[in-house]
């Protein structure tokens, strides 16, 4: 088979494990995912709005390939039996895109809550650790793999009351680039074997957002729809292009 992601904007062939598939995000992800050519392996802990993801990204596209696996990532086993589980259906595993995501917040920074760091480095951290791990030797096998962060522009510059929250992504930023560094060792002179990177955002929009509120103008976010169309960019440039570097989706 043929490595993915030829510079042609398709991905025929190739396998995306996307973790967090049926929030909005995941959603937009799995529908361009599929109309690329890939396989697509959709996870999330909600069973049943995982069902609905799979369901309409494989209605959109008749014959791909989209199929959901509900899976506590939380659990560093489960995530690992998950790689392992479609590595060995699959063949290979060319993408991991990360989209598990979660806010909290407080009005003032002596009103945070640290009950909301609690949850959100769960989520926000716990979720990368342990997806990196248990996809890093099979995206590295791949030859053309990619980890994709969506992280959060607040990451680099938090405000005061969103301590938890933007604490939370800069520790999964780190993390992510010492996946990167690690993909960049094993491909000592050569190309790396595999690529991660983020990709930063202040936050996202969608249609449904819109209709709730017409009039709002929703500044500096990003739509679900661009932010998909951006994860699939990144198998069109060389993977030493990309490992390692933040991809702003939003103004710096």
Partial sequence: MSTPGNGNGRLDGAVVAVAGAAGPAGRAALLRLAEAGAKVIAADADAARLAEAVDAARYAHGGATVVGDTVDLLDLAAARAWA??????FGRIDGLVHLVGGWRGSATFAETDLADWE??????IRTVQHTS????SPLA?????????VSAAGASK?????????????????????????????GGEQ????AA??????????????AERPNAKFAGFTDVKDLAEAIVGTW??????VNGSRLWLTAQ
Avoid: C
């Fill in 191 to 194: 190309e790396p074997p595999a």
């Fill in 158 to 186: 938090p405000t005061a009351g969103n301590a938890a929250y933007s604490a939370s992504k800069a520790a999964a930023e780190a993390w992510t680039l010492a996946l990167a560094d690690s993909f960049r060792k094993a």
């Fill in 141 to 149: 096998r791949s030859g053309n793999g990619r980890y994709l962060l």
């Fill in 133 to 136: 791990l248990a996809f890093e």
């Fill in 119 to 124: 949850l959100l480095e769960k989520l926000l």
């Fill in 236 to 241: 069109q440039k060389p993977a030493s292009e």
């Fill in 197 to 210: 990177a983020i990709l930063i955002v202040k936050a996202l929009v969608h249609d449904a957002m819109r």
């Fill in 84 to 89: 392992d589980r479609t590595e060995k259906e």
